[in-house]
C-alpha cells in the first residue's frame, strides 16, 4: 500500500499503530493524538474524519487482531486530542469500538472496552444519545468468559452509571424495555449486572423507576430462586427497597399492574420466592385496599394453600398468607342502598365473584384441613356479606360442600353443615331472603340436601357409623331441630334400602332420646295434650315403623302406654335377631339413664302406671337373662307392689294413659305390621342374593 492510502497517517505510524507490542501502539496513538489537536486547533474538520474513517474503516476492516488493536488505539487517542470536540464525531468514533466489543478474539475486546471508556470519560452526557447500542455490548461483556475482559467492562460499567445518574435528560422509559429484555436471562453474571443496574438507577432521587416497576418486578422475582447466593441476596434487597418505596407513596404507584405477578409467584415452591411475593400481597392489601377486588378470587388461589403450612421453616409464609386472607375479608362489603350506583360496592365494586366461588370450590379439595375450612369460612362470609349475589352461586357452591361432609375432619365437616344451613335458610324466594324457621321447606335446597346427606350416609357404611349422629347433632343446632326429623322422617318414608332407613332410624331415635341438642325436642315430644306435639308425633311415626325398638322407644316417650303393650305384642311374630336384642338392651340401658327418669318416677303412680308396667314386664320377656334383663327386673322390683296414692302432679300438664289425645292407633299399628313385612321380604330377597353369589351367579 502506499502513503497516500492511510493519510494523514504515515507509513510508520500505522506499522507503530499496528504492532503487537503495547508500548509501539501507545507511541503512535500520542502522534495520532498531538495531530488530532493540531487539526482541531485548525478547524480542519476534513482532516479529521478522514483520520477516523481511515481508523475506524480501513483499519478496522483487517482480520488481524492486532490491526484491529492499533485502530482501537488511534480512535481513543483522536478523541483524547479532541477533548470535548470529540461529541461531534462521536457516531464515527464509537460505532466501530462498540462493533469489536463482539469480537471473537479476546484481546480486541478488551482492547475495544478500553477505548469505549476513554471515549465516554470525555463525552460523557453527550454520548447517552448512543446509549443503546453501548449498553447493549456492555450487558454482553458482563457475561465474557475471559476475566480480563469482564475486568475492563466493570470498569466501563461504573462508567456508564455515573454518566447516566448525573444526567438530568436521561431517558428512563425508553431504557427499561432494554433492561426487561436481559432481566430473564440464566446467565449469573448477567443476571448481576442487570440487577446491579436497577439497583443504581433506584437510588437515585430523580429517576421514578417505581413507575416502571411492573416491567421488571416478574424478572427480578425470577432472580429470587438463582442458585447464586450473592445474587438472591441483591434481589431480596432491591425488592426491599422497592416495597419501601411503595409504602411511603403509594399514589404513585400501580398496584393493578404487578397483583397478577405477585400471585403468580405466591404459588413458587421456592420459599424465599412465595414469602417475599405474598408480603407484597398483604401490603397490597394494605394500601391499595377496594382497588384489589378485581383479584380476589387470585390473591386466594395462592394465599389460602400456604395456610397448610405445618413446619417451622415456612412460618412466615403461614402467618403472612393468614393475615391477607383476613385483609381480604375486610375488603368485601354489603350491597349498596338502592340510591347507590350498583359499582359503589359488592359485586358492582370490582369483585368477580363467580371467580371466587370457583377457588373457594377448588380449595375444598385440598388435602390440608387449615385450607378447607379457610375457604369453607369464606364461602360462609360472602353468603352473610352478599346473599343475593352468592344466591346465583348456590348450583355450584351446594354440590361441592355436600361433597365436604364425607371428609375427615370435624372442623370441615361442622362448617360444612354451616354452609350447607345457610344455603338452606337463605334463598326460601329466589331474592335470597333469608326464611324463617318454619319456612325451611319452601327453600329449593332443603330437602335436595337432607336427601344428599342420606345418599352419602347410605352409600359409605363408615361414614354412617363414624359421622352420622354428628352430622345430625349439628344439623340440628344450626337448623331447626324438629323441621329437620320431620324432613328426614318423610324422605326415609320413601327410602328403598330397607337396611338403610331402619339403620337410620337408629341414628335418629338414639339422638332424640339422648343428645343433649335435641332437649327441646324430647321435652315436646311428653307434651302430648298438645296440637303441634300430636302433628309431630304423627309424622315420625311411619318411619320409626322401620325400627320396632326405636318406635318403642318413642311410645314411650310420648307416654302412648297402651300402644306400646299393642307393640310388643307384636314382637313375637317378628325375627328376633341378635341385632334386635342389642337395640332392646341398648333401650333398657336408656330407661336406666337420667333422660328417662320422669319414666321411672311414673312407676310409683299405682294403678294409674298399670299400662307402663305391663310394657317394660313385656319388654322384659323379650330378653334372654342377660344383664340387661336383670337391671330391668331390679327395677321393677323397686316398684311398690301394691297401689300408692299417686305423686303430686307437677306444674306441667303430663300425658297419661287416660290423658292421650285420641289417636287412630288401628290405622297407625297397620302401618307398622306393614313396614315390618316389607323387610321380612326385603331380608328374604337379600338372603336370596347372597345364595346366588355364593353360587357364582352375578
Known amino acids: 500500500m502506499s502513503e497516500r492510502d492511510y493519510a494523514p497517517l504515515s507509513i510508520a505510524c500505522v506499522r507503530g499503530l499496528c504492532d503487537k507490542l503495547y508500548d509501539k ?54 478523541a483524547v486530542g479532541l477533548g470535548k470536540g470529540c461529541v461531534t464525531y462521536l457516531p464515527e468514533l464509537t460505532h466501530p469500538i462498540v462493533a469489536c466489543l463482539s469480537e471473537s478474539e479476546s484481546r480486541v475486546r478488551y482492547q475495544a472496552a478500553e477505548a469505549l471508556f476513554n ?192 413446619d417451622e421453616p415456612r412460618k412466615s409464609i403461614r402467618e403472612t398468607a393468614a393475615t391477607v386472607n383476613f385483609q381480604l375479608t375486610k375488603l368485601l362489603v354489603p350491597d349498596p342502598p338502592p340510591s347507590e350506583p350498583a359499582d359503589a360496592a359488592g359485586e358492582g365494586g370490582g369483585l368477580r365473584l363467580d371467580a371466587v366461588v370457583g377457588v373457594l370450590t377448588q380449595m375444598l379439595h385440598h388435602n390440608s384441613v387449615h385450607t378447607k375450612v379457610a375457604a369453607l369460612d369464606w364461602i360462609l362470609h360472602l353468603y352473610n356479606k352478599m346473599p343475593n349475589e352468592m344466591f346465583q352461586e348456590t348450583g355450584e357452591v351446594f354440590v361441592s360442600v355436600v361433597g365436604s361432609l364425607t371428609d375427615a375432619s370435624d372442623d370441615v365437616v361442622r362448617r360444612s353443615l354451616a354452609v350447607l344451613a345457610e344455603i338452606c335458610s337463605c334463598g326460601a324466594h329466589s331474592t335470597g331472603e333469608s326464611a324463617t324457621p318454619g319456612d325451611l321447606e319452601s327453600s329449593p335446597y332443603y330437602y335436595k340436601f337432607l336427601q344428599a346427606l342420606l345418599r352419602l350416609l347410605a352409600a359409605d357404611d363408615n361414614l354412617l357409623e363414624d359421622r352420622g349422629a354428628f352430622i345430625i347433632r349439628q344439623l340440628c343446632v344450626l337448623l331447626n331441630a324438629e323441621d329437620i326429623y320431620k324432613a328426614l322422617s318423610k324422605i326415609l318414608q320413601q327410602e328403598k334400602n330397607l337396611r338403610f332407613a331402619a339403620t337410620m332410624v337408629d341414628v335418629l331415635s338414639t339422638i332424640l332420646l339422648t343428645a343433649a341438642e335435641l332437649y327441646e325436642l324430647r321435652h315436646q315430644l311428653r307434651a ?171
Not at 27 to 51: C, P, Y
Not at 61 to 73: I, Q, R, Y
Not at 594 to 615: D, K, M, T, W
Not at 631 to 636: A, G
Open 25 to 78: 501502539r501507545k507511541f503512535a496513538g500520542v502522534e495520532i493524538e498531538k495531530m488530532v489537536k493540531d487539526f482541531s486547533d485548525a478547524n480542519n474538520t476534513s482532516q479529521i474524519k478522514r483520520l477516523i474513517r481511515v481508523l475506524g474503516q480501513d483499519l478496522m476492516s483487517s482480520t488481524n487482531p492486532n490491526v484491529k488493536n492499533g485502530a482501537l488505539m488511534g480512535l481513543s487517542s483522536v
Open 119 to 310: 471515549v465516554l470519560k470525555i463525552a460523557r452526557g453527550a454520548a447517552l444519545a448512543h446509549f443503546p447500542p453501548v449498553f447493549d455490548a456492555l450487558a454482553r461483556l458482563a457475561a465474557d468468559p475471559e476475566p480480563q475482559v469482564k475486568q475492563g467492562a466493570e470498569l466501563l460499567d461504573r462508567l456508564l452509571k455515573d454518566i447516566v445518574t448525573e444526567s438530568p435528560s436521561f431517558d428512563l422509559a425508553a431504557f427499561v424495555p432494554m433492561l426487561r429484555e436481559r432481566i430473564y436471562t440464566r446467565n449469573a453474571f448477567a443476571r448481576q449486572f442487570v440487577v446491579s443496574w436497577v439497583s443504581v438507577l433506584d437510588a437515585v432521587p430523580d429517576i421514578d423507576l417505581i413507575a416502571h416497576l411492573p416491567e421488571l418486578l416478574d424478572g427480578l422475582f425470577n432472580m429470587l430462586d438463582d442458585p447464586n447466593q450473592e445474587i438472591r441476596r441483591m434481589c431480596d434487597v432491591q425488592l426491599n427497597e422497592f416495597l419501601r418505596s411503595i409504602k411511603k407513596d403509594p399514589s404513585r404507584v400501580d398496584f393493578q399492574a404487578m397483583i397478577n405477578i405477585l400471585i403468580t409467584h405466591a404459588q413458587s415452591p421456592e420459599e424465599l420466592v412465595q414469602l417475599t411475593a405474598i408480603t407484597w400481597i398483604k401490603e397490597f392489601c394494605e394500601l391499595a385496599g377496594a382497588g384489589l377486588r378485581a383479584h380476589a378470587s387470585g390473591v386466594l388461589c395462592a394465599v389460602l394453600p400456604c395456610l397448610a403450612y405445618t
Open 528 to 698: 302430648m295434650d298438645k296440637p303441634a306435639t300430636r302433628e309431630l308425633f304423627t309424622r315420625l311415626y311411619p318411619c320409626w315403623c322401620h325400627s320396632p325398638v326405636s318406635l318403642l322407644a318413642l311410645c314411650l316417650l310420648t307416654h302412648n302406654y297402651p300402644h306400646c303393650n299393642t307393640l310388643i305384642a307384636t314382637f313375637g311374630d317378628l325375627e328376633i335377631t341378635v341385632d334386635f336384642l342389642t337395640e332392646v338392651d341398648k333401650l333398657v340401658q336408656l330407661i336406666e339413664s337420667p333422660i328417662f327418669a320422669y319414666l321411672r318416677l311414673e312407676l310409683l303412680r299405682g294403678e294409674e302406671s298399670a299400662e307402663l308396667r305391663s310394657a317394660l314386664y313385656g319388654l322384659l320377656m323379650l330378653l334372654p337373662q342377660s344383664d340387661a334383663f336383670h337391671t330391668l327386673r331390679n327395677r321393677l322390683q323397686c316398684a311398690p307392689p301394691l297401689p300408692l296414692p299417686p305423686l303430686p302432679k307437677p306444674h306441667r300438664k303430663e300425658s297419661t294413659s287416660s290423658q292421650t289425645p285420641a289417636f287412630d292407633f288401628e290405622h297407625l299399628l297397620s302401618t307398622f305390621k306393614s313396614v315390618q313385612s316389607a323387610h321380612r321380604e326385603y331380608k328374604a330377597l337379600d338372603r336370596s342374593r347372597a345364595r346366588l353369589l355364593d353360587k357364582g351367579y352375578s
